[in-house]
């Protein structure tokens, strides 16, 4: 496609809900970046694929957080048992090659539990 | 651990005035710093993409500089337009491939 694409844009949840979050990359960008963004600030790094390969998890703030790329283009990010504080933009970005190139971004899916 | 700093916080100038927009970041090992721009409730816009053996990238109106000794980045707008006015966020690619951003710049540009 012509650009990062991301669905739904807007989602409510009820806490305790599980929801899914889709990416579907730049055709031919090997890597794969998940970010969340709170309000005013800036958008804080999630996990990183590069292909299929799930190389950083680090940023995942708990274990309810969980992200695949199983054919190494689309990527669901799934959090289960939302909680209020789940609540942020989730912004996914894909490069070339990872380092050293450009990452372009999604528009985002702006999650809302409540 | 890296930190990237966006100063101001917020800026409003009127219509045609030149900008200087400041990021600084504590670590100088990057790989790349880029310069992003997010309209309200949209997803984040690259706007330039200095490589950290790099200077200086334009685009249009934009410039932006890179001194990676100390840490510091500008990006400078020429010219401004109402059209100009979003949020500007600088990001830096460290040796982990992820980007580390800013908390931005909110730009208004008032006819």
């Known amino acids: 496609g012509a650009g990062v694409s991301q669905s739904p844009r807007y989602k409510v949840a009820k806490r305790g809900q599980d929801v899914a979050l889709r990416c579907d990359p730049i055709s031919g960008h090997v890597s794969l970046f998940w970010y969340q963004q709170a309000l005013g600030q800036g958008p804080e790094f999630l996990t990183y694929f590069q292909n299929e390969a799930q190389l950083d998890k680090s940023g995942l703030p708990s274990d309810r957080f969980f992200a695949e790329r199983p054919e190494g283009s689309v990527s669901t990010l799934k959090i289960q048992r939302t909680q209020q504080e789940d609540s942020a933009v989730y912004l996914c970005a894909s490069s070339l090659h990872g380092r050293g190139t450009e990452a372009f971004f999604g528009q985002g899916t702006r999650l809302t539990v409540v | ?111």
Do not use: H, M
Request: proline share 5%; hydrophobic share 35%; net charge neutral.
């Open chain 2, 1 to 111: 651990k890296q930190e990237v700093t966006q100063i101001p916080a917020a800026l409003s100038v009127p219509e045609g005035e030149n900008l200087v927009l400041n990021c600084s970041f504590t670590d100088s090992a990057i790989y790349n710093l880029q310069w992003f721009r997010q309209d309200p409730g949209k997803g984040l816009t690259s706007l330039l993409l200095i490589q950290s053996s790099q200077r200086e990238q334009t685009s249009g109106r934009l410039n932006a500089s890179l001194d990676k000794s100390s840490g510091r980045s500008t990006l400078y707008i020429a010219a401004s337009q109402p059209g100009d006015s979003a949020t500007y966020l600088c990001a830096v690619q460290d040796n982990t491939d992820k980007l580390i951003f800013g908390t931005g710049t909110r730009l208004q540009v008032f006819p």
